[in-house]
């Protein structure tokens, strides 16, 4: 019995004495793990990279810049489905325990022995906290040195921050896949629905991607994401948290996945959405873009911005087919699977309902064509293959666009078409504007460009941008980037000059030959009107303005000066500085669609400065608004207690008048008069009031049509990249290319508005006169007379000089009676031309 107490003892003493060592190798591993630890305190300021969303004026989304898509949502605007999906699969005891899941830990040690020396990767035991600690303070090595370190900074996390905190880094911080980060990124990224849209299944199936989302991928591997998925099912239902019934309802669901793009999702938004990301780019910088989770609000409608998209789009393609059909983009062996073939090559995503097709089989009637297969969310080719017919009715545009049979039209299609051929087609119409079933029409690329920019002329936000045929072929933005000349749509500017310094729209010009000696061995410059060798003599600004008569605005520009319109110029932006070299009052220098839409809108809304936006608002992750646009101070809107009658709310506007009111509707005057009876009549089809000016550059290289209503600017041209002439004659006009464009675009935008005259401003006097020439009309005089607008101190003359015609001391102002008609000595002598 002695022995046995002294054993016992004994065993007693080694006990305490091992426990003892234990307990100080357990407080040495943690004093020794402890020394390093991250400092977890930073996750109370924890700001993680959330992307950026930009909103058309709709709300609709336009564009996401991210380098991890994240939303960071707060805990309480996570749904209860979702967070019991994500505790079912990863934490189920997470609101119970401490940091550690000891239990977990036990399951997960068995499993390491079981599979020892197997090469397979341990189990984890890791509770969310854990994960919490290891994503955001540790790194992903396997080893028990870093389970120890995690297990240490999960216990103090769960001292410091509530378990709502916890989970809410959690579920805004884990990669599901897909480049998405975080449940509300997912939840658009694989569903396009915010996380309360979401079926169980659908929860299920995210909260069963955190471990293994590349294995569980929705279409590669199917059969084991919906295996996992409904695992995760199981156990919502095995915890209580969801009835038997929708379990079974949720089993059933199929797997079905959105494909979600990282560009623009407003059809033909796409030049205006990069303008956007380069702005804020160069307002905050690559981190505040890509990671600052801005919410931008732009001032892109989608509406106007569709209408834009497709007006400037069938302009430039009808112009291209006129030129001819160039042939097939390319040459396919269409033996064996055409289709896999097909595919190899790049076809352009952004010009639906466009697609890329192959020739199959020809003959005089049709060609059968095969379209390029479309790929699935992972990226593999669908296996159908779909076919179509190419009739006569479908090529009948398509003339030989060079060699012996140029200009000539094809009498068979196989005279076109050709096996093999890679084309574009879209579907073929009836005259009655119905489909033709399974009858496609030939498309080609145009070679052609341009440019048109809409713009609200009292704000300056730009309503709708289009910067080319397609963004996915060029990303150069012809609204912003391309410098063009603009020709005679500049002219208005140099008018504008003249008639806010004493001339009025009844000043009488003359329209004759005329030689600029340009010196320093510059040779003589001799500057034609686009009717080469037709001249009338003495001519009203209006007259002169209405029929784009470039000798007289070379003697405008020479009687005001060149420095006063660079000053003008400069004013309304069109170009930061303008050489004092006559040729540039013809529109020589080079400028934007985005600054002539500018100038003109300044003309458009009485002449205050407004500076072209995109943007309406920027707002940080915080909701704080950091930029707005419209500076205008609002008084009276912030009425304390309400309303109680007082007096209504005033905008105060203190942007800078650039023109004087009153000058602003005598040129918008003048250039209504282009519209109704000059080179843009074509736009007159609109039936609203529209003020504008075409342009043609020297050798027709640019088409322009800049013009306005009261509440809508539109600028638009047409050239090619690499300048050379659109043609000949009036065919290659802004008149008969850009014009047409901008009246089938304002038909459509103002189509549900009222023809709102343009509003008279105080001051202005509207006298009748004589429309030839610029005089008074005579008592009950009233044919061929118009009302003109005139400025207090002016009037129209009872008779009149001429600008261009020098007196004794060389200023020019003879009696009309005295001046040289154009059929009584004015000769056109051979020049090299000038811009109409």
């Given at each position: 019995?002695?022995?046995?107490v002294r ?7 080694a006990?305490?004495?091992l426990f003892?060592?234990g307990?100080?190798?357990?407080a ?5 793990f402890s020394?390093?630890?991250p400092?977890y305190?930073?996750l109370?300021?924890?700001?993680p990279?959330?992307?950026?969303r930009?909103?058309a ?7 996401e ?5 994240r939303?960071y ?5 996570v ?6 999906a994500?505790?079912?699969a ?8 401490g ?6 830990m ?5 499993l390491?022995?079981?599979n020892f ?5 341990p189990?984890?035991?890791?509770t969310?906290t854990q994960?919490v600690?290891k ?6 090595e396997?080893s028990f040195a870093?389970?120890?370190?995690e297990?240490?900074?999960a216990?103090?996390i769960?001292?410091?921050?509530s378990?709502?905190?916890i989970?809410?880094?959690y579920l805004n911080e884990i990669?599901?896949g897909?480049?998405?980060y ?19 299944a659908?929860?299920?199936y995210?909260?069963a991607l955190?471990?293994m ?7 590669r591997?199917r059969?084991?994401a919906?295996e ?6 199981d ?8 009835k038997q019934?929708?379990?079974e309802k ?8 959105t ?6 999702h407003?059809?033909?938004?796409e030049y205006?959405?990069?303008?956007v990301?380069r702005?804020i780019f160069?307002?905050y ?9 801005l919410?931008?609000?732009?001032t ?6 569709v209408?834009a ?8 393609v009808?112009y291209?087919e ?5 042939g097939?983009?390319?040459?396919l062996?269409?033996s064996g699977?055409?289709g ?7 076809s352009?995503s952004d ?10 089989e ?5 060609a059968?064509i095969g ?5 699935e ?5 669908s296996?159908q ?8 009715d ?5 003339r030989?666009?060079s060699?012996?049979?140029k200009?000539?039209?094809a009498?068979?299609?196989?005279q076109?078409?050709?096996p093999g051929?890679?084309i574009?087609?879209d579907?073929?119409?009836s ?6 079933e399974g009858?496609?029409?030939l498309?080609?690329?145009?070679e ?7 713009m609200?002329?009292w704000t300056?936000?730009?309503l ?11 990303q150069f933005?012809?609204a912003?980037q ?10 208005p500017?140099?008018?504008?000059a003249a008639?806010?310094n ?6 009488v010009v003359?329209?004759?030959p005329?030689e600029?000696d ?9 500057p034609e009107?686009?009717s ?7 001519v009203?600004l ?8 470039n ?10 000066g060149m420095p ?7 004013r ?5 500085e303008l ?6 009052a013809?529109g ?6 985005m600054?002539?839409v500018?100038?003109?809108s ?10 072209p936006?995109?943007?309406?608002r920027?707002?940080d992750r ?7 646009h419209?500076?205008?101070e609002?008084?009276?809107?912030d009425?304390?207690?309400?309303w109680?009658?007082?007096n ?5 506007d ?15 005057e003048l ?5 109704q ?8 089809e609109?039936g609203k ?7 043609t550059?020297?050798?027709?290289k640019d088409a ?5 209503s009261?509440?809508?600017a539109?600028?638009i041209y047409?050239g090619?990249?690499k300048?050379r002439?659109l ?5 290659a006009?802004g008149g008969?290319l ?8 304002l038909?459509l935008?103002?189509?549900d508005?009222p ?12 006298v009748r006169?004589?429309?030839?020439t610029?005089?008074r ?6 044919g ?6 005139f400025k207090?101190?002016?009037?129209p003359p009872d008779n009149y000089?001429?600008i261009?015609?020098a007196?004794a001391d ?10 040289q008609q154009?059929d ?10 000038g811009?109409?």
């Amino acid at each position: 019995m002695r022995l046995l107490v002294r054993f016992m003892g004994f065993l007693f003493a080694a006990g305490t004495v091992l426990f003892l060592v234990g307990v100080g190798a357990v407080a040495g591993l943690i004093w020794h793990f402890s020394k390093d630890l991250p400092d977890y305190s930073q996750l109370q300021d924890y700001e993680p990279p959330v992307m950026t969303r930009v909103h058309a004026v709709d709300g609709s989304l336009l564009g996401e810049y991210a380098k991890e898509r994240r939303l960071y949502l707060p805990i309480q605007a996570v749904p209860k489905l979702v967070i019991n999906a994500f505790l079912a699969a990863e934490d189920k005891n997470f609101y119970e325990h401490g940091g550690i899941d000891y239990t977990g830990m036990a399951r997960a040690g068995v499993l390491y022995l079981q599979n020892f020396g197997s090469n397979r990767r341990p189990q984890g035991a890791s509770t969310i906290t854990q994960q919490v600690a290891k994503n955001f303070l540790l790194t992903n090595e396997v080893s028990f040195a870093r389970k120890i370190k995690e297990a240490l900074l999960a216990m103090r996390i769960e001292k410091t921050y509530s378990k709502d905190k916890i989970l809410e880094l959690y579920l805004n911080e884990i990669y599901l896949g897909l480049g998405a980060y975080g449940i509300a990124a997912a939840s658009l990224v694989y569903f396009d629905k915010s996380v309360n849209e979401l079926t169980v299944a659908e929860a299920s199936y995210l909260a069963a991607l955190p471990k293994m989302p590349a294995t569980l991928h929705p279409v590669r591997n199917r059969d084991r994401a919906i295996e996992r998925r409904n695992y995760v099912i199981d156990r919502l239902v095995e915890n209580g948290w969801i009835k038997q019934a929708d379990a079974e309802k949720a089993r059933k669901e199929t797997l079905a996945v959105t494909n979600r793009s990282n560009g623009a999702h407003t059809f033909a938004g796409e030049y205006f959405a990069e303008e956007v990301r380069r702005d804020i780019f160069e307002r905050y910088g690559e981190k505040k873009l890509y990671e600052g989770g801005l919410s931008v609000r732009t001032t892109l409608d989608p509406k106007i911005q569709v209408m834009a998209r497709k007006t400037m789009v069938s302009g430039l393609v009808n112009y291209d087919e006129q030129q001819g059909y160039r042939g097939a983009m390319s040459k396919l062996d269409i033996s064996g699977d055409w289709g896999v073939k097909l595919a190899e090559i790049k076809s352009l995503s952004d010009i639906s309902p466009w697609r890329m097709a192959v020739v199959l089989e020809t003959s005089d009637q049709s060609a059968r064509i095969g379209f390029q297969p479309s790929r699935e969310l992972g990226g593999a080719l669908s296996k159908q293959r779909e076919t179509g017919l190419i009739t006569l009715d479908g090529i009948k545009w398509a003339r030989a666009a060079s060699g012996a049979a140029k200009g000539r039209a094809a009498t068979a299609v196989s005279q076109v078409l050709q096996p093999g051929d890679v084309i574009y087609a879209d579907p073929l119409y009836s005259k009655e504007g119905q489909p033709v079933e399974g009858q496609y029409r030939l498309r080609q690329i145009p070679e052609v460009s341009g440019a048109m920019v809409v713009m609200d002329p009292w704000t300056g936000r730009v309503l709708a941008m289009v910067g080319g045929f397609s963004f996915d072929q060029s990303q150069f933005n012809r609204a912003t980037q391309a410098y063009r000349q603009p020709g005679s749509s500049f002219k208005p500017i140099v008018y504008s000059a003249a008639l806010d310094n004493g001339y009025t729209p009844s000043t009488v010009v003359l329209d004759a030959p005329i030689e600029i000696d340009q010196g320093q061995g510059a040779g003589v410059w001799r500057p034609e009107n686009f009717s080469s060798g037709k001249f009338q003599g003495p001519v009203t600004l209006r007259n002169a303005l209405r029929q784009s008569l470039n000798t007289v605005t070379v003697r405008l520009a020479q009687d005001i000066g060149m420095p006063l319109i660079g000053e003008y110029a400069r004013r309304f932006g069109v170009y930061d500085e303008l050489p004092n070299y006559l040729s540039y009052a013809l529109g020589a220098g080079e400028t934007t669609a985005m600054r002539m839409v500018t100038a003109y809108s300044m003309l458009a809304n009485g002449g205050r400065r407004v500076k072209p936006t995109l943007i309406d608002r920027i707002q940080d992750r915080y909701g704080h608004t950091i930029f707005k646009h419209d500076q205008r101070e609002c008084r009276g809107c912030d009425a304390p207690g309400g309303w109680k009658n007082q007096n209504e709310p005033q905008l105060i506007d203190r942007r800078e008048q650039v023109l004087d009111s009153m000058t602003a509707y005598q040129i918008t005057e003048l250039m209504e008069g282009v519209v109704q009876a000059g080179t843009a009549t074509v736009v007159r089809e609109v039936g609203k009031p529209i003020a504008g000016k075409t342009g043609t550059t020297n050798e027709a290289k640019d088409a322009w049509f800049v013009g306005f209503s009261p509440d809508v600017a539109v600028a638009i041209y047409m050239g090619y990249d690499k300048p050379r002439a659109l043609g000949k004659g009036n065919a290659a006009t802004g008149g008969h290319l850009a014009a047409p464009i901008a009246r089938d675009f304002l038909k459509l935008a103002l189509a549900d508005k009222p023809a709102v005259p343009f509003k008279v401003p105080a001051g202005i006097k509207l006298v009748r006169v004589v429309a030839k020439t610029g005089m008074r009309a005579g008592p009950g005089e009233t044919g061929g007379t118009i009302l003109e607008a005139f400025k207090p101190g002016t009037a129209p003359p009872d008779n009149y000089s001429v600008i261009g015609v020098a007196d004794a001391d060389g200023r020019g102002g003879v009696p009309a009676s005295q001046q040289q008609q154009p059929d009584s000595g004015f000769f056109m002598r051979p020049g090299t031309g000038g811009l109409y």
